[in-house]
C-alpha cells in the first residue's frame, strides 16, 4: 500500500485546514488508517484514527477540534483540523493498519505515508 498525505501548510492560530491521504496499491477499505504527528525535537504523537467500519479514535490533544473521515469509493482519508494551535505545527503523517488494536500506538501500522507539514502561526 502506498500512501500520499497533502493538504498541509500555513494557517493562523484559529483557523482551519483539511489533510488528506490517498492510498493506492492495495485493498483500502479493509484497513483501519490513522493520523501521526511529529514536531521538532518530539515523538511522534497519535492524532486520530478510523476503521474500517467508520469508529473513530482521537488522541486526548485534538479531542473536539479534529474529525477523521473516510471515503472508501476514493480511497481517500481527510483530517479536518479546526481552532488550530501553535503546538500543532508537526509533520502529519497518515498511516494504514491491517487491525483496529492499540491504534494509538505506531506498531501495528504497517504503511506510512511522507508526511505533509502544517506550519501554525501565533
Known amino acids: 500500500v502506498q500512501l500520499q498525505a497533502s493538504g498541509g501548510g500555513l494557517v493562523q492560530a484559529g483557523g482551519s485546514l483539511r489533510l488528506s491521504c490517498a492510498a493506492s496499491?492495495?485493498?483500502?477499505?479493509?484497513?483501519?488508517m490513522g493520523w501521526f504527528r511529529q514536531s521538532p525535537g518530539k515523538e511522534r504523537e497519535f492524532v486520530a484514527a478510523i476503521s474500517r467500519i467508520r469508529s473513530t479514535y482521537y488522541g486526548d490533544s485534538v479531542k473536539g477540534r479534529f474529525t477523521i473521515s473516510r471515503d472508501n469509493s476514493e480511497n481517500t482519508v481527510y483530517l479536518r483540523m479546526s481552532s488550530l494551535k501553535p503546538e500543532g505545527t508537526a509533520v502529519y503523517y497518515c498511516?494504514?493498519?491491517?487491525?483496529?488494536?492499540?491504534?494509538?500506538?505506531?506498531?501495528?501500522?504497517?504503511?506510512w505515508g511522507q508526511g505533509t507539514l502544517v506550519t501554525v502561526s501565533s
Open positions: 496499491g492495495g485493498t483500502f477499505n479493509t484497513y483501519t
Open positions: 498511516a494504514a493498519a491491517a487491525v483496529a488494536i492499540n491504534l494509538e500506538k505506531e506498531a501495528p501500522y504497517s504503511y
